[in-house]
């Protein structure tokens, strides 16, 4: 089994910056891809972030240039390094991982821009 928790989220002023981290524990497995996902209030969850075990990485046209993921310092961590964050980046984040044939999810951390 894996288990993913995030951690980092919080409130920030617009333009501010915010680090989550996400560490995974369990069978992850040497071939895995892991990602940031986000939701809104009312919305539906939208991925926000890529990165593959050979840190290839990718990125939402709305964060692009302004979020990093990369694989922390700690053992099987995935931090999202955010900046210039803006109000609608608002939203519960999610981590995910996805090893061949599972898939699973984090329990969320809020990060939530003021304007």
């Known amino acids: 089994q894996v288990q993913l928790v995030e951690s980092g989220g919080g409130l920030v002023q617009a333009g501010g910056s915010l680090r989550l981290s996400c560490a995974a524990s369990?069978?992850?497995?040497?071939?895995?891809?892991m990602a940031w996902y986000r939701q809104a209030p009312g919305k539906q969850r939208e991925w926000v972030a890529t990165?593959?075990?050979?840190?290839?990485?990718n990125y939402a046209d709305s964060v692009k240039g302004r979020f990093t993921i990369f694989r922390g310092t700690g053992k099987n961590t995935v931090d999202l390094q955010m900046n210039s964050l803006k109000p609608e980046d608002t939203a519960v984040y999610y981590c995910?991982?996805?090893?061949?044939?599972?898939?699973?999810w984090g329990q969320g951390t809020q990060v939530t821009v003021s304007s």
């Open positions: 990165i593959t075990s050979v840190s290839i990485t």
């Open positions: 369990g069978d992850i497995g040497s071939i895995n891809v």
């Open positions: 995910h991982l996805m090893r061949p044939g599972s898939s699973y």
